[in-house]
């Protein structure tokens, strides 16, 4: 008993010496990563901590109002607005993409494996997203756009797809899952060529059909990449202004003002910068918890295939 | 010898951060700012005019489209590294002014004597807050109606003498009618017409226009009676619960439930100019400084008419923009002798001469107007109505100016799209307007 706890300390203790000889010499290897982790996050994250506690306007000197900003915040209904907005736009967004992301992945992997198909998927991803937005936006415009054209030529309505406040949100959704379920796609294709062969043998073997092959062996088995595939997403979803700020600019009526646009537009419209910061900083609550919350759930650091 | 090298390079560093100015001559840049580029030709002839009479002084052009303009001007100033002369819309500048962004150049003004009678009426005082002035007026538009000539040919319509009311709309909604031409080619006062397929409609409205409905809500409200603000510039007390401003919005909203215009959520996201464009609609209204726009279009024929005549007469929004200084600039005297020049009549003529715009003295532009008739441009009646004395208002100028646009236009946009009636969207707005001036 005493022997194997001796025995135990002492093994901690040599790991302990032995790391700390490792530890400065990996602190040099990792001083380049700080510095830029501190200049360009830590130091900025820092200051907007300070400048949530601020008046800031960007052109006067900031004066200290303590949580003032925290407290409009909690009463401010366009707030409130932009955090629901957003929440809609994430469910549909990241519903899509991880749905289309899946099909066309299996697909991949079942079907072909064209590495010109594979490329062909990524190329929507490539557009830079203001062009993307700006195409999307002749495509579906009310009165002059193709989809609208191709509408009334069947003899249907034609649809105000980004002025219409019931259609705008879905648009934008569908806009940005066009442009990012190729890479979706990618990310699960390769988490599915992880699942050994002998398995898929084994369930053939056993005759299940392709549906059930899916849900029973591919997606428990690639559960770590479609967890890591949804935090993407979803944080990048969480992200969304450019395609805001180009096609619709928060309207019609607030139905598409989501969070980042709104603190945009308080910082630099409004020249709030103390006010956004706060709005900033509840953001950053909201992801972390949301990607805990995501982790816990999935057990995305375990995969069964071990 | 490390020593000397170190001061060496300190001394090279600190030469090349002082920058802008020192070429060692003596000789100064100044940078001055805009956002029109078709404008940028003829204040470049402007600088080179200047630059030949002070040799001293070298005039860099920085021009930035209107949408990034004023985010690009913030951060500009937050950074120190503004440029030393802005072009400034009358709207945007109380904010700059209450940070003290903005150099007073009244002394100057006074110490030189600039006559402020040569500029249009109004244009100069829009740029003064309690005693101090900001800037010196470049030039001005006016409101007017755009046509289709043909559409407006095969109506049959006469729009030189237009009236309006926002209870039946006058002989202008009996034009729009006529001029809105269904599927089956059944015209908007015709037995039959179906408002539900229209092919043309006649009028493509802005309504997406902020709080003050330039290109058209707030001149026919005004030609109504309706009054934005209680003193302008300015003021502190806004009027928006006018039930005169609320008939007028209702009365525009009804255009879209009779077919006239487009449901404002199925309008194009593209703007006015490129439905019109497109052969879709028959007319809008729009701004003198569309006028190269519109007439050079190669798509469709336009011509201007003068906007109708409500209650209250013909009212048409007179805005115009100013050069200021920025008031960190290291150069002032230099920054004040360009602003001079800008405002002098020999700019303007240069500017008048280019025919883009309208300059804001008024010798200049019966030159604008002469330049606009040598290239076949009939635009004579943006002239007249800026010279009517009661035809027409000045844009409310106050404080809060971005933060008012986003409430009012918000709460219209209630209106159109048919959520609340006009009365009660605007009641709530101005409400909320006028808590920002009590909030300070």
Same mark, same amino acid.
């Given at each position: 008993?005493?022997?194997?706890? *001796? ?67 909690? @009463? ?11 929440? /809609? ?7 899509? $993409? ?9 697909? &991949? ?7 010109? =198909?594979?490329? *062909?998927?990524?190329?929507?991803? =490539? ?10 936006? %002749?495509? =579906? ?20 797809? *980004? ?14 899952? !066009? ?8 990310? &699960? ?118 | 010898?490390? +020593? ?8 090279? =560093? ?25 404008? $940028? @030709? ?23 489209? %209107?949408?990034?303009? !004023? ?8 950074? @120190? ?58 030039? %001005? ?22 009236? !309006?009311?926002?209870?039946?709309? @006058? ?42 409905? $330039? ?42 439930? +009779? ?29 003198? %400084?569309?006028?190269?726009? /519109? ?5 469709? +024929? ?29 150069? +002032? ?108």
């Amino acid at each position: 008993m005493t022997a194997m706890t *001796l025995a135990k300390s002492a093994t901690r203790a040599r790991a302990r010496r032995r790391g700390h000889g490792d530890g400065r010499t990996a602190l040099g290897f990792l001083a380049p990563v700080f510095l830029g982790f501190a200049v360009f996050y830590l130091y900025p994250a820092v200051r907007g901590a300070w400048y949530s506690l601020t008046d800031w306007n960007l052109l006067s000197e900031p004066r200290f109002v303590g949580l003032d900003n925290y407290a409009t915040l909690v @009463g401010d209904p366009l707030f409130w607005n932009s955090l629901k907005v957003t929440a /809609y736009y994430v469910v549909l967004t990241v519903g899509m $993409q991880i749905l289309g992301g899946l099909l066309l992945a299996a697909l &991949l992997h079942r079907l072909t494996r064209s590495l010109v =198909l594979r490329s *062909l998927l990524l190329v929507p991803w =490539l557009v830079p997203s203001v062009t993307t937005a700006l195409l999307w936006m %002749w495509l =579906l415009d009310a009165n002059l756009g193709f989809f609208n054209h191709l509408l009334t030529a069947a003899g249907l309505d034609n649809q105000g797809f *980004l002025t219409s406040p019931d259609l705008a949100l879905p648009s934008v959704a569908t806009i940005n899952a !066009w442009s990012g379920t190729g890479y979706t796609a990618l990310l &699960l294709y390769a988490g599915m060529l992880l699942v050994p062969p002998q398995i898929y043998e084994a369930a053939a073997i056993d005759g299940t059909g392709e549906v059930r092959t899916f849900l029973s062996v591919t997606l428990p088995l690639i559960r770590p990449i479609l967890a890591f595939a949804l935090v993407v997403s979803l944080i990048s979803s969480f992200q969304l202004f450019d395609t805001v700020a180009v096609t619709t600019k928060g309207g019609p009526v607030n139905a598409t003002r989501v969070i980042y646009f709104y603190i945009y537009e308080q910082a630099f419209t409004h020249f709030k910068m103390g006010y956004a910061s706060a709005l900033a900083l509840s953001l950053v609550l909201v992801l972390g918890a949301l990607t805990f919350v995501q982790m816990r759930l999935l057990r995305a650091s375990t995969s069964d295939l071990t | 010898m490390m +020593k000397k090298a170190f001061m060496a390079a300190t001394a090279v =560093l600190l030469t090349a951060s002082c920058g802008g100015g020192g070429a060692g001559d003596g000789s100064v840049t100044l940078t001055y700012s805009l956002w029109d580029d078709a404008q $940028q @030709g003829a204040y470049q002839q402007c600088a080179d005019a200047f630059q030949k009479a002070n040799p001293g002084i070298r005039i860099k052009i920085d021009q930035h489209a %209107w949408d990034e303009y !004023w985010q690009n001007l913030t951060t500009r100033m937050v950074s @120190g590294d503004a440029p030393d002369v802005i072009t400034m819309q009358a709207s945007y500048y109380p904010q700059f002014v209450k940070n003290g962004q903005l150099l007073d150049i009244q002394p100057m003004v006074q110490a030189e004597k600039v006559d402020l009678s040569q500029y249009w009426p109004g244009l100069a005082e829009l740029w003064v807050k309690d005693g101090k002035r900001y800037g010196l007026p470049k030039d %001005w538009d006016t409101i007017a109606i755009v046509y289709n000539v043909d559409l407006v040919k095969k109506a049959g319509v006469d729009l030189s003498d237009l009236t !309006w009311n926002p209870r039946d709309g @006058g002989s202008f909604e009996k034009a729009l009618a006529r001029l809105t031409v269904d599927t089956e080619g059944r015209r908007g006062d015709e037995p039959g017409f179906d408002k539900d397929n229209v092919a043309v409609r006649g009028i493509v409205p802005e309504l997406n226009d902020g709080s003050q409905g $330039q290109n058209g809500w707030g001149d026919l409200a005004v030609s109504n009676g309706f009054t934005f603000i209680d003193k302008n510039p300015f003021g502190t007390r806004y009027f928006y619960d006018d039930p005169r401003l609320a008939e007028t919005v209702t009365w525009f909203k009804s255009l879209s439930d +009779k077919g006239y215009a487009t449901p404002y959520d199925k309008n194009s996201s593209l703007g006015p100019d490129a439905v019109l464009n497109s052969g879709k609609a028959a007319l809008g209204i729009t701004g003198s %400084w569309m006028i190269k726009t /519109y007439l050079d279009s190669t798509e469709q +024929k336009f011509a201007f008419a003068p906007l109708p005549k409500g209650p209250q007469g013909r009212k048409s929004a007179f805005n115009g923009l100013a050069d200021v200084i920025y008031s960190g600039t290291e150069h +002032k005297d230099a920054a004040w002798k360009w602003v001079k020049f800008l405002g002098s009549a020999e700019c303007q003529n240069i500017v008048a001469d280019s025919a883009v715009v309208f300059p804001a003295i008024t010798s200049a532009t019966e030159r604008a107007l002469a330049a606009h008739e040598a290239a076949g441009r009939d635009v004579r009646l943006f002239v007249d109505q800026a010279k009517d004395p009661e035809g027409t208002f000045l844009l409310p100028v106050s404080d809060h100016g971005d933060e008012i646009n986003q409430i009012v236009g918000t709460a219209m946009e209630e209106v159109w799209l048919g959520q609340k009636d006009a009365t009660s969207a605007l009641t709530a707005a101005n409400r909320q307007v006028n808590a920002l001036f009590a909030g300070e």
